[in-house]
């Protein structure tokens, strides 16, 4: 038979038949104790000082030094074997009913990125672990990292595989637990070529009664291979990095300092083995078409820069002198300077630049200003004559005031000349609200005025209340008699029915139907906006909208007042 008794035993699912039965004892274990036996004394795995490590189990064993002189100690990691000294308490683990120590794990990443930024391979890396819980947070950071190729396994599921670089996580810190097992210990470390490292709590595994790991941790301690801060070294340097404050990634801060294929020597800090980044010198040369100096980057070839230098060139149309740069042609751009030429339609200077044609202008831009400013001036003439005339209305109101009341009343109005040009213009607004028909002419026989001081002081009062004083629109309405009372005395207001049109299509017509029973009243209607609207109400302007009336100016002519925002 040939076997190795002092690895993993079988595993056996009863506990009561492991502990009464002792069913976990091998045929192989029991026989060797009773029957003489020969073994191995050489190994042709590890390097010869992983030896020292597992002697309490294998006393006499010797290394085939010929065989393992290929198995290189690792370049950037001081020590070919090392234990991570930690005091983190292990944790249930969120996976499965197992242990988990997070502290450890972040650890065990970070040596794991280490080598693998150093230029070893994923796949000539394993970690392992005493615990199924622990395993599967290995999995989920490795797999959230996109770390694929890493080799992952339980201790006891690793018997008989090897590797060159052991990464074990022993999770636990407050009881041994699985540790207890010295064939567990024997396999976590012999698996490994060029370099074993373990991390877990080392007070915990040296202290406990009968522990089997008291002769590794004694031994590691004796070479000064426990500690607290993990012997990282750069590969390329052979110093010690610098932990950063981002993760506490180690970090080698020294200066480069290679020669690049240009020349220059490397001034980044130390990049592993990586490949070096792009020269950052800057390197002087001389532009061969115009001379001119300059500067670039040295990874930069001379072909990607053009001259900037300022140069002065008269442009070959219009020879004005252009500011440009140097790698510009003079002709491919346009003169900025202004046109000095005239405008033919008014003879001021073209507001346009050089390169633009004159004709593309429609608009003189002078002429614009000029015309602006004089419509500024004519607005403040007219400012000023509606505030003289604004001002004329007021005193012709107070004059009013003054005056004693008069009866209300008509009053005829004779054919003097001096109201002859009134009698024309009603002749010529009747003649535009009643046209003839049939070759009828309409003519104005007589005029009569409506006399009312109240209404005419009211008027005035409107129109000095005017934002722009306009002079009135004349309309006409039709009165029956009846209604004429009430609108001497009230004005329009005192009419139902603002609109003859409303009831008669033909004015004329009806007129001439009615037999002298409706008269032809005129009146005036102020449009534009009163001063006082904006301080007024929604109610107050409805309530102004709905008030009207019929006054009389100062000669007695009629005038419908309508006190609304849009009339």
């Known amino acids: 038979m040939i076997g190795d008794h002092k690895q993993l035993r079988p595993q056996v699912q009863c506990d009561a038949l492991r502990r009464y039965h002792r069913m976990d004892v091998s045929m192989f274990e029991r026989l060797i104790k009773h029957l003489p036996a020969t073994q191995l004394g050489y190994q042709c795995r590890m390097r010869e000082e992983f030896v020292e490590l597992i002697r309490p189990i294998y006393p006499n064993l010797k290394t085939h030094k010929k065989l393992v002189v290929g198995n290189l100690a690792c370049r950037c990691i001081e020590?070919?074997?090392?234990?991570?000294?930690?005091s983190f308490p292990e944790q249930p683990s969120q996976f499965s009913r197992s242990w988990c120590n997070i502290p450890e794990l972040d650890q065990v990443l970070k040596v794991l990125d280490w080598l693998i930024r150093c230029g070893y391979e994923a796949e000539k890396i394993t970690i392992l672990t005493s615990y199924r819980g622990q395993l599967q947070e290995i999995k989920a950071q490795l797999q959230k990292r996109q770390i694929f190729d890493v080799v992952t396994s339980t201790i006891d599921r690793y018997q008989g595989d090897e590797n060159d670089f052991l990464l074990v996580s022993l999770v636990r810190s407050r009881r041994m637990g699985f540790l207890s097992a010295a064939n567990r210990m024997?396999?976590?470390?012999?698996?490994a070529r060029c370099g074993v490292y373990f991390f877990g709590d080392a007070n915990l595994l040296k202290t406990s009664p009968n522990s089997c790991w008291t002769p590794l941790i004694e031994h590691l301690e004796s070479l000064g291979c426990v500690d607290v801060a993990f012997p990282f070294v750069c590969p390329v340097h052979s110093s010690r990095p610098v932990m950063t404050n981002t993760g506490m990634v180690p970090v080698c801060l020294t200066v480069c300092s290679v020669t690049l294929p240009c020349g220059h020597a490397c001034k980044d800090s130390c990049h592993l083995l990586q490949p070096h980044p792009k020269c950052k010198e800057v390197v002087e040369f001389n532009f061969p078409k115009c001379g001119h100096p300059s500067q670039r980057p040295c990874h930069r070839p001379q072909k990607e820069f053009y001259c900037k230098e300022k140069v002065h060139?008269?442009?070959?149309?219009?020879?004005?002198?252009?500011?440009?740069?140097c790698w510009q042609e003079v002709q491919s751009l346009h003169c900025r300077h202004p046109c000095e030429r005239l405008r033919p339609q008014c003879g001021h200077p073209c507001s346009l630049l050089c390169h633009e044609k004159c004709v593309s202008q429609e608009i003189c831009h002078v002429c614009e200003e000029i015309d602006e400013e004089i419509r500024k001036k004519q607005a403040r003439a007219n400012l000023k004559v509606a505030e003289a005339r604004r001002q004329a209305l007021q005193k012709d109101v107070e004059e009013l005031r003054r005056q004693p009341p008069e009866t209300t009343c008509l009053q005829s109005v004779s054919r003097s000349p001096e109201n002859n040009d009134l009698f024309l213009d009603v002749q010529n607004q009747v003649s535009r609200f009643l046209p003839a028909d049939d070759g009828m002419e309409v003519s104005v026989d007589s005029l009569e005025r409506i006399v009312n001081k109240r209404l005419?002081?009211?008027?005035?009062?409107?129109?000095?209340?005017?934002?722009?004083?306009?002079?009135?629109?004349?309309?006409?309405?039709?009165?029956?008699?009846e209604d004429l009372e009430g609108v001497i005395d009230k004005g329009l207001s005192a009419l139902e029915v603002l609109s003859f049109y409303q009831k008669h299509p033909d004015p004329l017509a009806s007129l001439l139907a009615c037999e002298g029973n409706y008269r032809l009243v005129r009146f005036g209607v102020l449009k534009g906006r009163l001063g006082e609207l904006e301080k007024e109400s929604k109610a107050e302007m409805k309530k102004r909208e709905l008030d009207s009336g019929l006054v009389c100016d100062k000669g007695g002519r009629k005038r419908l007042v309508l006190r609304s925002a849009n009339q």
């Open 456 to 481: 005419c002081e009211r008027w005035m009062e409107t129109r000095t209340k005017q934002r722009e004083l306009t002079d009135p629109v004349y309309r006409f309405v039709v009165v029956s008699l």
């Open 79 to 86: 020590k070919t074997m090392f234990f991570w000294n930690h």
């Open 186 to 191: 024997c396999v976590a470390a012999s698996r």
């Open 313 to 325: 060139h008269p442009h070959p149309n219009c020879g004005h002198i252009i500011s440009h740069p």
